[in-house]
């Protein structure tokens, strides 16, 4: 189960290279087909000559990707040339593109034509990977390596295909990786994500280290853009380090913010070192926190404790109860049980506290009543009663919606079936032939419903893919706006027991 899950996890980032968002896949389809005169003049010119691609997109377009007349056309010119790869390769690219599952068999009849050609297999990589057929795809992906073995992204898409048990094994691979590519993206994006995925902080500050060396941040836009992560890490463990970094990054905004943070917090430590523990506190309290970090718990529970030396449990207990409250984890738990303990709260009235602050922000879920993708019958949201709701808004070609799926599911592994309704809804209604093949082949078991965004938008205001919510028996949301990552599987434990 693990190293499908980091599979998932990297592959299907990845995915967001292999397919266009949501928005360019509509911009493909026209609503309804051009004018008969264009459509003519557009078939004319690919009757004029064959190869062409561009006169076969433009016939494609005028047509629209939805017209039943569409697929027959090419069906039959491919008989009638079956050695000209511009026809299928043409009109499987532009349904690839447009992320519908119609793009398989033409990518496929293409690579019969030219098995050389990378791009299709990358491209069938793509497609197999969003039907949940992890195995296909890297085999796909493969043969996209070996026709273009020079391909950094394609070698870098092979590479996180064995995500598996030996860490050790992996984290040679991708030292590998970066010795075959040290000049190219790739290599930083792979030390990145293992830096990422470093459960250890001292092992994250070791990989981010070596990509700072390696992929200096002023010539690699993944390194540069990533230092964050390095300077967060410094933050917690040695500011002054921090403080270095950021000076070498520029002026952008969040790194002016980290800078302020960095001598804030070095202030703090010689502050604490004279046990002058108010005036740290106030230094630390004045700091803003960038909008995107990995410290707001770590500053969090730095503040409560200088607040706990000062005498003032009950405020460093609120802080932390309301932060658990939306998003718990195991130390901020810990912290709170040991500030109530002083303040004279037991196990109990400490459970009490938070679910008063759960309650108070709590608001009645929409109750849909949507389309099963199992049968013709629907599931209305009341007939969950009495279990605890997972909701997911997503879409089949969304990397961070996939990636977040094996998390989800190793959590819901860990209680009773009956107890938590694992239910995803499908805002892409043009991506709903890859679903079934998709939770069929990856062995995911969430309910799928189909929706659209409008639908998202008016009843539950998403805005963008993945949106999780958390729904209590009663039917009401206690928990949203939360990710779940190889990191914090426990956070989502944690939020499902708590309504359980």
Request: proline share 5%.
């Amino acid at each position: 189960m693990k190293n499908k899950l980091k599979y998932f996890i990297y592959s299907l980032l990845l995915t967001m290279v292999f397919y266009c968002a949501p928005a360019a896949a509509q911009r493909l389809v026209r609503i309804g087909p051009a004018p008969v005169e264009e459509i003519e003049k557009a078939r004319a010119a690919v009757l004029l000559n064959m190869e062409s691609i561009e006169a076969h997109k433009n016939y494609i377009y005028a047509l629209n990707l939805d017209n039943p007349l569409l697929i027959p056309q090419y069906k039959a010119w491919m008989k009638k040339y079956p050695k000209n790869i511009n026809i299928p390769l043409t009109i499987g690219t532009i349904y690839y593109r447009a992320e519908m599952s119609e793009a398989k068999e033409f990518l496929l009849q293409a690579a019969k034509i030219d098995p050389n050609n990378a791009q299709i297999w990358s491209m069938l990589s793509g497609d197999a990977f969003i039907r949940g057929q992890t195995d296909l795809s890297n085999e796909y992906i493969k043969k996209a390596m070996l026709a273009d073995p020079s391909n950094a992204g394609y070698a870098f898409q092979y590479l996180f295909s064995f995500g598996n048990d030996n860490p050790d094994e992996y984290k040679q691979k991708v030292f590998d990786f970066v010795k075959r590519f040290p000049k190219d993206e790739r290599g930083a994006q792979a030390l990145y994500w293992l830096g990422e995925d470093a459960g250890d902080i001292h092992d994250k500050i070791n990989y981010f280290e070596k990509l700072l060396q390696l992929y200096p941040p002023k010539e690699f836009n993944w390194s540069s853009s990533r230092m964050i992560g390095l300077a967060d890490a410094y933050l917690q463990t040695d500011p002054e380090k921090a403080l270095v970094l950021i000076n070498s990054m520029g002026d952008e905004k969040d790194w002016q913010i980290r800078k302020k943070l960095a001598e804030s917090l070095i202030q703090v430590g010689n502050l604490e070192q004279a046990k002058n523990y108010k005036e740290a506190f106030n230094v630390l309290n004045q700091v803003t926190l960038p909008r995107f970090n990995y410290i707001d718990d770590f500053i969090l529970l730095k503040k409560a404790a200088l607040q706990q030396k000062t005498g003032d449990v009950k405020t460093a207990y609120d802080s932390l109860a309301e932060k658990f409250a939306k998003l718990p984890t195991d130390e901020l738990h810990a912290a709170l049980e040991l500030y109530g303990k002083e303040i004279g709260k037991d196990k109990e009235q400490i459970t009490n506290d938070i679910k008063t602050i759960r309650n108070s922000k709590a608001v009645e879920a929409y109750p849909f009543n949507l389309g099963l993708y199992s049968s013709k019958d629907s599931l209305n949201l009341n007939d969950l009663k009495g279990k605890v709701v997972l909701l997911t808004f997503w879409f089949p070609g969304c990397g961070p919606c996939r990636a977040e799926f094996p998390h989800f599911q190793a959590v819901i592994n860990k209680f009773k079936p009956g107890d938590v309704a694992y239910v995803g809804i499908n805002v892409a209604p043009e991506q709903d032939p890859y679903v079934a093949p998709l939770i069929k082949n990856a062995g995911y078991s969430f309910i799928p419903l189909r929706g659209s965004r409008a639908f998202a938008l008016k009843n539950y205001a998403v805005q963008g893919e993945p949106q999780n919510f958390l729904i209590d028996k009663d039917g009401k949301i206690i928990f949203k706006d939360f990710r779940i990552d190889q990191k914090n599987h426990r956070t989502l434990e944690l939020m499902i027991t708590s309504l359980l």
